[in-house]
């Protein structure tokens, strides 16, 4: 009984952390630091991204703001895509997201399918656990579509950090 109780309080506590990320993946989505950055850079893709002057400026404008925001929120790391998949900035380099998410190497893993329901149902989304290649641990991932005027412009893509995950369950 004790076993029974102590693994409900877990299932609470991760419930709560999960409950966070989504509520701060949500507000960091409905930003102005989110919008900007996500229109400033599908604007410079169509300039010739990625290498081109403007994508390179957008980058060193908006990467460091970005970056503490992430960090400060504890997520691992952050990728912002348009929405047809493409994507606009991978924050750490990663290289796990491919070019586009939907029509890339990682179409249809749960990072795919939470951005998918992210912009088919207009509300953040929470991925499963899954492996992917460039990431050592397995990942999840909180999905958030970027809005304005009514219209999907973007989605933020939030990795979550397994040890905030874990010490919970420790």
């Known amino acids: 009984e004790q076993m029974t109780a102590r693994a409900k309080q877990k299932a609470v506590q991760l419930e709560q952390v999960a409950m966070r990320k989504i509520s701060s993946a949500d507000a960091l989505s409905s ?3 989110f919008t900007a950055a996500t229109a400033a850079l599908e604007a410079a893709m169509r300039q010739g991204w990625p290498g081109s002057a403007a994508s390179t400026a957008v980058v060193h404008r908006y990467g460091p703001s970005l970056g503490r925001v992430i960090d400060g929120l504890a997520f691992e790391d952050l990728a912002l895509f348009a ?3 493409d994507l606009l900035l991978d924050l750490k380099n990663s290289g796990a997201f491919g070019s586009n998410l939907q ?3 990682l179409r249809g893993t749960e990072v ?3 951005f998918d329901r992210a912009t088919t149902l207009l509300q953040t989304e929470l991925s499963d656990y899954e492996q992917y290649p460039g990431i050592a641990e397995q990942a999840a991932f909180v999905a958030s579509p970027i809005m304005e005027d009514g219209r999907v412009v973007g989605v933020a ?5 397994n ?3 874990l010490a919970v369950l420790a």
């Not at 893509?157 to 950090?161: A, G, P, S």
């Open 31 to 33: 930003s102005m630091l």
């Open 83 to 85: 929405p047809d998949g």
């Open 103 to 105: 029509r890339g190497p």
């Open 112 to 114: 795919a399918m939470a």
């Open 157 to 161: 893509v939030l990795q979550l950090r």
């Open 163 to 165: 040890d905030e995950l």
